[in-house]
Structures are given as C-alpha cells and as structure tokens.
C-alpha cells in the first residue's frame, strides 16, 4: 500500500475511532427504550404513600423528589423503560391503605406487603394489573370481600391473601387464573 493511501486509512480510521467515542455507551449497546408512563408510575407511588398512616421505620423518607423513584426503598424498575415492575415492602411496619391508582402501574409483575398493618378493602383496580405474577398481601388487616376480578390477572403464579379480616367466599372467576400454583386464602 502506497504512503498517500495508509494516510487515507489511518485518517479515516481515526475519524471512526472518534465517532465511536463521543457515542453514549447506552444508545450504542440497548435497543431505544419507552419510558412513557413513568409520570403515571410516580404518581401511584406518591399516591400510595399519602395513604400511609404509620411508618415507623422511616421506609417512605426515600420517597420524594430527590431520587428518582426507581431508586425508592421497596421498589424496583425495569432498567430499559424504568417502569415499577415489582413493589416490595414485606414487613415494613406499614399502616395504611391501597389507594385505587394501585391499577396504574400498569407494569407490576410483583406485590409483597407481606407482615404490615395495611387495612381497607383490596381495591378493585388490582384486577388491571394484567402482568402481575404474584400478590402477597398476608398478615395485615385487609377487611372486605376478595375482589373477583382479580380473575383477570391472567398471568397470576402465586396469591397469599390468608391471615386478613376479608369476609364472603373465594369467588368463582379464580378459577380462571390457569397459571396459578399456589393461593393461599387461611382465615377466610
């Protein structure tokens, strides 16, 4: 290779080389991600804890405008779309209520409040969680019937609702949950 043409390569290999390094590692590596709903996501959260009536641990002072609520004690994003995908607060010593923008974040797999002292009725909304996998609501103070269209969480493995106040029967339309493995309904 003549002298004029290397300095033809090597300048247009420099000028790839420069290129690849002013390009984000991010936007060069993951495919584009749809952060739409994050706004819809944060408010449920924020929702939810105006709803808590008693955090003795101090779990919810991660909740506010400093962080990004991905980074919140007890919730977990997807890291593409940072939409919540799994909400655990097991054993927190939470007081309070599910509030009906539950049904908003729309991207649950999982709920573990599991061991607090949440009260009220479940809210119907659970039922448009359509990708959640697992319900822990156990060892609280859930009062109320089971709501039916919970049956509409197609997708739903694991249901633990025992050692509540819900009144009524299980409803029918569980039956349709074809995935489910194991539920759990003691004292009810």
Not at 144 to 163: D, E, F, T
Request: glycine share 6%.
């Amino acid at each position: 290779m003549e002298p004029h043409g290397r300095l033809i390569l090597f300048t247009c290999l420099h000028g790839f080389l420069l290129l690849c390094m002013n390009t984000p590692l991010e936007s060069a590596t993951l495919p584009s991600c749809n952060t739409s709903g994050n706004e819809t996501d944060r408010l449920a959260l924020l929702d939810l804890k105006k709803r808590i009536t008693q955090d003795p641990l101090h779990v919810m002072s991660s909740w506010n405008d400093s962080l990004h609520f991905c980074n919140w004690v007890g919730v977990t994003c997807n890291r593409c779309t940072k939409r919540v995908v799994i909400l655990k607060l097991t054993a927190q010593k939470l007081a309070g209520s599910l509030p009906k923008s539950i049904g908003n974040l729309s991207r649950l797999t999982g709920i573990d409040l599991l061991n607090n002292s949440f009260a009220g009725e479940i809210p119907q909304e659970i039922g448009r969680l359509r990708s959640l996998r697992s319900l822990n609501l156990s060892w609280n103070s859930f009062g109320g019937k089971i709501p039916s269209n919970i049956s509409h969480c197609a997708q739903l493995r694991v249901l633990r609702l025992g050692a509540n106040e819900l009144i009524g029967s299980i409803p029918n339309q569980l039956s349709s949950l074809v995935n489910l493995y194991y539920a759990c309904f003691e004292n009810i």
